[in-house]
Nanobody
Framework: QVQLVESGGGLVHTGGSLRLSCTAS????????MGWYRQAPGKPRELVAD???????????TYANSAKGRFSISRDDATNTVTLQMDSLNPEDTAVYYC?????????WGQGTQVTVSS
C-alpha cells in the first residue's frame, strides 16, 4: 500500500520562502516520478514540479512556467522523499499543495498542505 506523508506549508509574506516535503511508503522506484501539484480555489489542479531518475541515474525535472527560477525540486531516493523549495513567493502561489507519485498502476496523492502568501 502506497502512502504519501506531507510536511511543510503555512503562512508567509510576499517574497518569503517555504519548503514542502513528502515521503512515500511502499515499493517505490527511482524511475517513478514524484512531485507537487497545487489547486487554488475555483481553479483546476496544476503541476508545480516533478522529478524522476533516468536509467543512467541522472534526475529529470519538470517545472511549471510559474515555478521556474523560483522553486527547486529535489529527491532523495534512499528515503523516497521529495522536497520542494519555494522562494520569492507571491499571493498567486496561494493554494493547497499536493504531493503526487506516478506508478505504472496509477497515481497517488497526499492529503494536501495549505500554502498561503499574504501581500
Amino acid at each position: 500500500q502506497v502512502q504519501l506523508v506531507e510536511s511543510g506549508g503555512g503562512l508567509v509574506h510576499t517574497g518569503g520562502s517555504l519548503r514542502l516535503s513528502c515521503t512515500a511508503s511502499g515499493i517505490i522506484s527511482r524511475l517513478n516520478p514524484m512531485g507537487w501539484y497545487r489547486q487554488a480555489p475555483g481553479k483546476p489542479r496544476e503541476l508545480v514540479a516533478d522529478v524522476a531518475s533516468r536509467i543512467n541515474g541522472l534526475p529529470t525535472t519538470t517545472y511549471a512556467n510559474s515555478a521556474k527560477g523560483r522553486f527547486s525540486i529535489s529527491r532523495d531516493d534512499a528515503t523516497n522523499t521529495v522536497t520542494l523549495q519555494m522562494d520569492s513567493l507571491n499571493p498567486e502561489d496561494t493554494a493547497v499543495y499536493y504531493c503526487n507519485l506516478k506508478l505504472p498502476s496509477g497515481q497517488y496523492w497526499g492529503q494536501g498542505t495549505q500554502v498561503t502568501v499574504s501581500s
